[in-house]
């Protein structure tokens, strides 16, 4: 499926930044806070708070962190947070969805429409990005978690639209609507999954030469290290020569 290099692009850069831990368990508390304010603080009533818990899991976020998070969502403050979604175009004309959770949407917009025009890019309304991707589930098992013809089976059996397999990781997709459902019969068939979540997926992809590469990772790393930002997503690729003289 077209975007799949992209997809493994950013998520292997973002797991690279990723290693400072204190973000990570920044952005999943926060989403553990609206999962159990928008729903019911009970996890086996509430299906994204389950999901939002069992990411925490992987991360190996401490159980105290977890239970102040849903704890939080008591609070008069969580009120302020608002989930938002700016879209906008970086060098090369590339698509880029930025989902935020913030208390302060002026001071957001803000830095996010700053970050684009000092790094080649332009803030658009929303919808002038959104419609070249596709909002998915996805599921993804470390590659030695079965033979891509077992996860393949699997995936069609729980109910998948798509499953795609490397040589380090098994990327399954499948409806936003039945990403729960999917995860399930997946985690009955090879046992609990490396993450679980709803994204936004590109539907085709730019490739990106050495030029605009340089400007665009530069952009999207502002926005990643903005802490009112959960995650960004963009419709490049860039080849292995290209990856490899950026992050040399």
């Given at each position: ?45 509430n ?11 992987k991360?190996?976020?401490p159980?105290d ?17 608002e989930?938002?979604r ?62 891509a ?5 699997a995936?069609i ?20 609507d ?10 009955q ?7 679980a ?43 292995d ?8």
């Open positions: 499926m077209a975007g799949h290099s992209q997809f493994k692009n950013i998520m292997h850069r973002k797991g690279a930044q990723d290693k400072k831990r204190a973000k990570i368990f920044s952005r999943l508390a926060k989403e553990i806070t609206i999962a159990a304010k928008m729903g019911m603080p009970d996890p086996a009533q299906p994204r708070l389950r999901l939002a818990i069992q990411n925490a899991r991360e190996n976020m159980k962190n977890i239970e102040r998070a849903i704890k939080k969502s008591e609070s008069n403050d969580v009120d302020n947070f989930e938002m700016y879209e906008g175009f970086g060098p090369a004309g590339i698509g880029i969805i930025v989902e935020a959770l913030t208390d302060n949407r002026n001071r957001t917009a803000g830095e996010v429409r700053s970050a684009f025009t000092k790094h080649g890019g332009s803030l658009g309304e929303t919808g002038t990005v959104a419609f070249m991707f596709d909002r998915v589930g996805h599921i993804s098992y470390k590659a030695d978690a079965a033979d013809d077992t996860v393949f089976e995936a059996e729980a109910g998948a639209d798509d499953c795609e397999s490397s040589d380090d990781i098994h990327d399954i997709y499948c409806s936003a039945t990403l729960h459902e999917v995860k399930e019969g997946l985690e068939a090879l046992g609990e999954a490396e993450s979540r709803i994204v936004w997926k590109p539907q085709n992809t730019i490739e990106v030469n050495d030029e605009k590469a340089e400007t665009l990772m530069k952009l999207l790393d502002v926005l990643d290290d903005n802490d009112d930002i959960q995650n960004v997503y963009a419709n490049f690729e860039l080849s020569e290209v990856m490899q003289r950026l992050t040399a």
